[in-house]
Structures are given as structure tokens and as C-alpha cells.
């Protein structure tokens, strides 16, 4: 992601202009858009205009919108959101508050103004801008006839290839079908890694099977780069990994991410801290669970008592267009780092992040014991927005937003 100008009031206010480069970029951009921002984007729309004949002309133009964000919705397998809102700058060709949808892709600029930049959407500004926190893993997870070619980002798994492709049984005195099938299974994982992995940015290609499957397809790629040349092949082997797994599903990803030879190998990575934390938190949950708390009403009690080693959470939580219910979980991480407190923002598009959905999306490792919390009498869930809406329907803090800062993006 590049930063092109970023502009932050005392009040938290302000804009920022972006330009996303990859397709981890977009995902960044989804978790910062959230309802009521304010969006500036050129887009395409299609205009009609009547001729003096009454004939009617239609044609596509480009045009600078700026919106009102109403609905955000990202398409994960082309990296493409399409932001929807309501027009809140006059346009010549658009009228004021028509509904309109604005296609953010990549290598192209916009300007996001927010009534309040919060330290989880700054955060996010800066690790997406900082090019040196990006360490991608590719990986390949197999049993025989079934494979997914996997890219692993310090924000997300995305499975770039699923491959099905039987396989015979082996039979008395005969093993030809099965050797055939299987040499044919191989080919398309090695086609399939010629494809989507880029070894001049991935640090290592993980193969993970249950059984010798991954010994098999190790030998089985290099024999084959020996046999066509492919020297790119030859001169990473150093980053092929082979690791053990229960099943060639997506879900062996976990077990992948486990295995201390990948630890070594990505300990400086965002994913492998998370996962290190996800795991303490279980094992802790497991020998000390009094140290070992989820779900936001234990957590915040515990972050009251200033108790917190670890907050886990991940981004699902940010975007939710509950407003007091996204300040909460804001207040969460503050309040932990305030008492020294580590914190992990996993993505929800991860691996561990999938695992931590399942525990409420938020956990906590405790710094000492607090086996007094659930003696406590429970108290209220986390409360709906209350906020004081005006005569459009919005919380006012979003539409009291500063005017000068639109006009300073307009200039």
C-alpha cells in the first residue's frame, strides 16, 4: 500500500489518500472503510442525455465521486470492493444524494475521510504502508487425490488452487493404475506451484500430508525440475518444507503453522506470533484456567483489574457498524497496552483468526489468577447502539462531520 498524504486532527479526524498495490492491500482497505465514512474515488458511470428529437444518448465517463458509505463488500476472489453509499458532493452528471457505487481496485488512489481515526485504524494504515512487516509462506496441503495450493499472508489464507484428482487403490500384484494416478495428481501440484507461487517473495513452500505423501511430492518436484530444467525449482529448494498433517484440508494450515521447523523459519513473521499466542492461550486454558479468560465481558473485567499479558481479537470486531460496540473493543486493547498488556489483532481471513471467531472473536491471558470472576454476578451483555440520531437517521458524530477537512480533500 502507498501512502500518498495522510491528515489527522487533534480530534482524530481527518483523511487519508491510498493507493493499494497487492491483493493483501484490499483486504486492509475492507477492514479501514466502515458506514458513514466518507469515500472520494473516480469511478465510472453511465449517463443519459435526450437530444432536442427526443433521442436518447447513453455513454460511460469517468467521474470523481464523493460518498457516504452505506454498505462495504469485498469480493475475496478477484481483490475487488464495491463501496455503496449515498453522493455528498455536487457532481455535474450525479445529483445530490442519489445512490451510488463506488469500485475500489487495485493501483488506484481514494481519499477515506473518518469523524475518528482510531489507534486500531492507524495501526492498520501503518503495517499495510510498511512494506518490511509483509513475509508471505506458500503451502501446499495434500493426501493422495485431494491438494490446496495455499498463500499464507500475515493477514490472510487464500487458496489459490483445489485440486481433486482420483486416485486408484493399490491391488494384489499390481500397482501400475495406482502409480499412474498418482504421477498425474503430482503433476497438476507441481503445475499448480509453477502458477501461483512467485518465489522471489515467499520466504518458504511448506508441504504438509498425512502419511509419505509429502515425501512423495518432494521428490517427485525436484526429479521433474531436473528433467525439464526448471532452474527457479532448483534454486529454492532451501524453501521446501516438508511437515506432517492429519488431513490435506485447508484446516491442516493450523498444524502447518504449529510445526517448529516453520516457527524457525517465519518466527519474525505476524502470523507466526499469532499463532505462538492462540496456542498459549490454549495450552494456559488447559493447565491454568484461571489465567485464561474469553468473551468480551470476562475480558474487560479482567482489563479493569489491570490483569491482562496478552489480548487477542480479531478485526471482525472493528468492523462493526454498531458504533458503541466498536468503541468498546477499541477501549479493550487501550486499556491492556495502558497496563503493559501485549496485543494481536488477528485477521478473520487467517488461519488462527477462523479459531479465534470460535472463542467470540476475543481472549485474554491474564498476568495472575483471578478465580474470583465467575463467582461475580454476570452483567449486561454488550449494549446496542444508543447513539442520538439526527434528522437523516446517522449518529450525529458522523454527520457532524468537518467540513473544512472535505473541502481540504476537494482543493
Given at each position: ?13 481527518g ?13 486492509h ?44 463488500d469485498?469480493d475475496t ?40 481515526w ?32 495455499c ?10 488452487q ?5 486416485v ?6 499390481s ?5 499412474k ?10 503445475q499448480?506451484?509453477l502458477?501461483?507461487?512467485?518465489f ?13 505423501v ?8 525436484f ?6 530444467d ?6 529454492n ?29 517465519l ?11 492462540l ?12 489465567r485464561a ?6 475480558v ?24 458503541v ?11 491492556a ?9 488477528f ?65
Amino acid at each position: 500500500m502507498k501512502l500518498v498524504k495522510q491528515f489527522i486532527e487533534k480530534d482524530k479526524s481527518g483523511y487519508v489518500t491510498l493507493i493499494p498495490e497487492e491483493f493483501e492491500d484490499m483486504w486492509h482497505v475492507y477492514n479501514l472503510i466502515q458506514k458513514y465514512d466518507q469515500l472520494r474515488a473516480v469511478t465510472i458511470r453511465r449517463i443519459q442525455s435526450e437530444s432536442t428529437t427526443g433521442s436518447v444518448d447513453s455513454q460511460r465517463i469517468r467521474l470523481t465521486l464523493s460518498i457516504s458509505v452505506d454498505n462495504v463488500d469485498f469480493d475475496t476472489q478477484v481483490g475487488m470492493l464495491r463501496i455503496g453509499g449515498r453522493v455528498i458532493v455536487e457532481n455535474p452528471h450525479v445529483k445530490l444524494g442519489t445512490f451510488h457505487t463506488i469500485d475500489l481496485e487495485m493501483n488506484r488512489s481514494f481519499t477515506l475521510i473518518k469523524p475518528e481515526w482510531d489507534v486500531i485504524a492507524l495501526e492498520r494504515v501503518q503495517e499495510a504502508c510498511d512494506v518490511t512487516k509483509k513475509a508471505d509462506v506458500a503451502a501446499v496441503v495434500c493426501q493422495e487425490g485431494l491438494a490446496n495450493i495455499c498463500l499464507l499472508t500475515s493477514s490472510m489464507t487464500i487458496i489459490r488452487q483445489h485440486i481433486d484428482c482420483p486416485v486408484p487403490r493399490k491391488r494384489k500384484g499390481s500397482v501400475t493404475n495406482y502409480e499412474k494416478g498418482l504421477k498425474r495428481f503430482f503433476e497438476q501440484i507441481y503445475q499448480a506451484i509453477l502458477r501461483h507461487i512467485d518465489f522471489d517473495i515467499v520466504k518458504c513452500v511448506i508441504l504438509g500430508s498425512p502419511g509419505f505423501v509429502r515425501e512423495q511430492l518432494y521428490d517427485y518436484i525436484f526429479a521433474e525440475a531436473v528433467r525439464t530444467d526448471n532452474k527457479t525449482i532448483m534454486h529454492n529448494r532451501s524453501k521446501f518444507i516438508a511437515v506432517h498433517t492429519s488431513t490435506g484440508h485447508k484446516q491442516a494450515l493450523q498444524e502447518v503453522m504449529n510445526d517448529p521447523a516453520i516457527k524457525i523459519k517465519l518466527a519474525d513473521t505476524k502470523a507466526a506470533q499469532e499463532v505462538q499466542a492462540l496456542d498459549q492461550f490454549y495450552e494456559m486454558m488447559n493447565m491454568d484456567p484461571d489465567r485464561a479468560f474469553y468473551g468480551f465481558k470476562d475480558v474487560s473485567k479482567a482489563a479493569e483489574r489491570g490483569a491482562i499479558g496478552t489480548l487477542l481479537v480479531t478485526d471482525e470486531l472493528f468492523r462493526a457498524a454498531d458504533v458503541v460496540k466498536r468503541r468498546q473493543y477499541i477501549a479493550l486493547v487501550e486499556s491492556a497496552r495502558a497496563s503493559g498488556g501485549k496485543v494481536f489483532v488477528f485477521s478473520s481471513l487467517h488461519v488462527s483468526g477462523e479459531n479465534l471467531n470460535q472463542l467470540t472473536g476475543v481472549a485474554a491471558i491474564l498476568n495472575f489468577p483471578l478465580p474470583d470472576l465467575d463467582d461475580e454476578e454476570e452483567g449486561e451483555e454488550v449494549p446496542e447502539d444508543d447513539a442520538d440520531l439526527d434528522e437523516d437517521g446517522l449518529p450525529r458524530m458522523h454527520s457532524n462531520l468537518n467540513r473544512d477537512i472535505l473541502d481540504a480533500v476537494l482543493e
